[in-house]
């Protein structure tokens, strides 16, 4: 007869606390968008989501922040590792999504970023 032995939850709590969390790999793009373009960009950017929501291997999740001006937009998307993200931007889709919405950016700047601190849900 074999006997299982649960764990306390100190033991539980200790052997949780050793082991790293990971932590997603962050980027940040700032897109600036051509004046009169915003509504045409963003329907682009929104069917492309809806394509591919779902499909992408290791994305944590995304967020777009829009100025008040409707002339910008800071995109912050997560993936698990440096690698999916590295894959996602080689997706054939994601690729023929930039070159689809290229004429409506005036500019983009990506940069990858480390989370410094986080307070309460963004």
């Known amino acids: 007869m074999t006997t299982l032995t649960v764990p306390d939850r100190a033991t539980v709590a200790a052997v949780l606390a050793e082991a790293p969390t990971p932590r997603p790999v962050l980027g940040v793009n700032v897109i ?3 004046p009169g373009r915003f509504e045409e960009f963003m329907a682009l950017q929104m069917a ?21 001006e409707r002339d ?9 590792t440096a690698e999916h993200a590295q894959a996602f931007r080689r997706d054939p ?3 023929e999504h930039l070159e689809r919405s290229g004429g409506l950016v005036e500019s983009t700047e990506a940069m990858p970023v480390e989370l410094a601190y ?4 963004v």
């Not at 492309?48 to 008040?68: D, K, W, Y």
């Not at 910008?72 to 698990?80: G, H, M, N």
């Not at 986080?118 to 849900?121: D, F, I, P």
């Open 93 to 95: 889709r994601f690729v």
């Open 32 to 34: 600036r968008i051509k």
């Open 48 to 68: 492309h989501l809806e394509r591919i929501r779902g499909t992408v291997p290791g994305v944590a999740g995304s967020r777009m922040f829009v100025s008040p």
């Open 72 to 80: 910008a937009v800071v995109l912050v998307s997560a993936f698990d």
């Open 118 to 121: 986080e307070v309460g849900v």
